[in-house]
């Protein structure tokens, strides 16, 4: 006989949640990939719609945006490995790219290609978060 679980339970939840792909921040820092363009290829609406469309035109993929406010979010989603990006718009030149735990290099260089193919060729880099002081939100 098994136990039924209680989904409301919050110490089911968090034990649930404490093994997600994306519980451990450390981990996620070093995973973070930048992508700058030396043009404003993403300033205003149809900046953002062009990527949108890149990854429309992606075979074997989806996405769900979040929102579209300033900053882009979505996530991107290949059904053929199973692969899940965070997308984030940050700038008109920068786009912030975080794979989840099992996100294969070929799933990443292939979302890139079609981002590449509809906005040109980026800068890819790994992404530094910057530690900001009280002197510098003084300042």
Known sequence: MTDDVNI?????????FKSSDRNDFKKLVKKC????????VMSGSEGKE?????L??????????????SNLHLSFFDYLD??????????DKTILIIPFKNSS????????????SELGEGAVDEYVFQDYSLEDIEA
């Open 8 to 16: 409301l339970d919050t110490n089911h939840r968090s034990m649930v």
């Open 33 to 40: 990939i930048q992508v700058e363009y030396e043009n404003l």
């Open 50 to 54: 062009r990527l949108l469309s890149a």
């Open 56 to 69: 429309e035109n992606i075979p074997s993929s989806d996405f769900m945006v979040f929102h579209r406010s």
């Open 82 to 91: 199973g692969s899940k990006f965070d997308i984030f718009v940050l700038d």
């Open 105 to 116: 290099e070929s799933s990443f260089n292939n979302m890139l290609e079609g981002i590449h």
